[in-house]
């Protein structure tokens, strides 16, 4: 039997995969979920929607001089002025992403971390593939937003149809937007930045903000969005790309305001969620005064921790090449401490052009899953799980429908959860025993 479902996997993958150069563990089953995760996951995709929708009017209301002029220099940092007033003239004033994606960590009592909100997220095609495939093995799976959610969450989007736009820098996760693509039918194609030409067509953006400068047509693409002629999405906001705001929501200084955008249960749910963090900025602090929960006045003092108290995580915040697939992350209590304290240094040398962040460390629980190992054996992965729930974001601007989550179980020795060659990435069910 687990031959055959191990075959059905492989035979069912497109012609031409779904990553390039990528592979990934199979298993002979989706990942269970609780009846109380899923509705839990099912409540944080509105959550996350008001979370962005606060974070730009904090970020327009900086820009406006009713809040301080600190949060809008830090978040234009680093960013070319055509792309920040394209971003700022009238036609997109009100624009978000229209897909959201959180990082979920899993922790001991069904507990949950954010570590991030990827504002140009793979996998969607992967995810979707993965639970249409697993349904048709086993109807019996109760997949996670239903075996078509993905598709007909990413259609929904754009009723006309739409021009998936794939940079060069994003080239690994073309052919799972081909696949995505292809199950939409004609009315969407997948097309190259570097020969894309704006016209009257939506546009689904799959490339970073960073990336613009290596597109040649890229001044096109900001003229025509500064003139609200190019529909595209995710907006063409830089400041919405910042791993910063999760570190922001805890701010001192920010605390009424974000009392004020997010009211009762909204905000108490992502205090529970977000780790404490913090911006990496060098700027000197009062002699009374200490970093936050640190109780040192430096940030080099942060440098020279020792591993018991580095049980924190250093990332790029944005607007970089390496900020995004854990290309710049550092986990403080898995380095040695002369690299801790070199990643420190780098973070600070790299304020205000591209500034860091830091985060609390979570440590996620410790589970077991089925994959098949290399023979097409049944193995059980003693592993650590993130799950990425895929939300789409209705036309009304207030709908949030949650299309699948993806399931990402890694061996449990390593400190970074990610899609890698030893991980098992599989769709999510319900488990109806819980």
């Known amino acids: 039997m687990a031959g055959n479902v191990l075959d059905s996997l492989k035979n069912a993958l497109p012609a031409g995969g779904l990553f390039t150069g990528m592979e990934w563990r199979f298993s002979p089953e989706p990942y269970p979920l609780t009846k109380k995760m899923v509705k839990r996951l099912e409540t944080l995709g509105r959550r996350l929607l008001l979370f962005q ?5 904090i970020y327009r209301r900086s820009h406006k001089g009713s809040l301080p002029a600190w949060i809008r220099d830090y978040l234009d940092a680093g960013k070319p002025d055509s792309l920040l007033k394209a971003a700022h003239a009238r036609p997109n004033k009100d624009a978000l992403a229209r897909i ?11 507990q949950l971390a954010l570590t991030e909100i990827d504002s140009v997220p793979g996998g969607i095609g992967l995810t979707a593939w993965l639970g249409k495939t697993y349904h048709d093995l086993d109807e019996a799976w109760e997949i996670v937003g239903s075996p ?12 006309s ?13 073309r052919p799972e937007m081909e696949w995505i693509a292809g199950q939409l039918g004609d009315g969407f194609r997948v097309a190259d930045a570097e020969n894309y030409a704006p016209s009257d067509r939506d546009a689904y953006r799959f490339f970073e903000l960073f990336d613009l400068p290596n597109i040649p047509p890229s001044s096109k693409f900001v003229d025509a969005y500064r003139n609200g002629d190019f529909s595209i999405t995710p907006p063409m906001k830089p400041w919405l790309e910042e791993k910063m705001w999760l570190a922001l ?37 009062p002699h009374h005064a200490a970093l936050p929960r640190l109780d040192v006045q430096n940030w080099d003092d942060v440098g020279g921790f020792s591993q018991a108290l580095r049980q924190l995580v250093l990332k790029r915040s944005g607007f970089a090449e390496d900020a995004w697939g854990s290309r710049s992350v550092s986990v403080g209590h898995d380095l040695p401490q002369q690299e801790w304290a070199a990643a420190m240094q780098r973070a600070l040398a790299s304020y ?26 049944v193995q059980t992965m003693n592993g650590r799980v993130r799950l990425c729930p895929y939300y789409f974001v209705e036309a009304d601007g207030v709908t949030v429908n949650l299309g699948g989550v ?9 400190k970074v959860i990610h899609g890698m060659r030893d991980a098992v990435m599989v769709p999510c069910r319900i488990d109806h025993r819980s």
């Open 53 to 57: 929708r606060a974070c730009d009017e």
């Open 100 to 110: 959201i994606r959180p990082d979920l960590l899993v922790l001991p009592d069904e």
């Open 148 to 159: 078509t959610g993905m598709v007909d969450g990413f259609g929904s989007l754009f009723p």
């Open 161 to 173: 149809g739409a021009d998936i736009v794939v940079s060069k820098e994003s080239s690994d996760y």
């Open 249 to 285: 929501f805890w701010s001192g200084p920010l605390r009424a305001i974000w009392e004020r955008s997010l009211r009762g249960a909204h905000r108490k749910a992502l205090e529970d969620l977000i780790p404490y963090g913090w911006v990496i900025d060098p700027s000197p602090i």
């Open 352 to 377: 205000p052009e591209a500034p860091f962040v830091m985060q609390e460390f979570r440590n996620a629980a410790i589970i077991d899953h089925p994959y098949f190992d290399e023979e097409g054996a």
């Open 406 to 414: 993806l399931a990402t179980v890694t061996p449990s020795d390593k």
